[in-house]
């Protein structure tokens, strides 16, 4: 099982990434797929998530409005865009992968996102 994410960067405030994470290793499209964010010094977050089929999605307040999270099942990709970027945007961001028979949860290793001037 792989969880991969890419896109990460430093980024002034108020611009865009677009942050993306290659799957592999399960059966991708029966897996909820999320991402969260960790700060210096601070818990991992949800940021958001995406059914199965990627008809519905949920954030968390903070980014509502400004990310926006995708998938594509025949290409195991999910991908998180991010607009209007804050520096508290500042953080980790991990891709991770719920579900199957065995209700299994997967991480990606993560990747740095800075938002500074």
């Known amino acids: 099982v792989q969880l991969v994410e890419s896109g990460g960067g430093l980024v002034q405030p108020g611009g865009s990434l677009r942050l993306s994470c290659a799957a592999s290793?399960?059966?991708?499209?029966?897996?909820?797929m999320s991402w969260y964010r960790q700060a210096p010094g601070k818990e991992r977050e949800l940021v958001g998530g995406i059914s199965t089929g990627g008809g519905s999605t949920n954030y968390a307040d903070s980014v509502k409005g400004r990310f926006t999270i995708s998938r594509d099942n025949g290409k195991n990709m999910v991908y998180l865009q991010m607009n209007s970027l804050k520096p508290e945007d500042t953080a980790v961001y991990f891709c991770?992968?719920?579900?199957?028979?065995?209700?299994?949860?997967?991480w990606g290793q993560g990747t740095q996102v800075t938002v500074s001037s």
């Open positions: 991770n992968a719920k579900g199957g028979l065995l209700l299994k949860n997967y």
């Open positions: 290793g399960f059966t991708f499209s029966s897996f909820i």
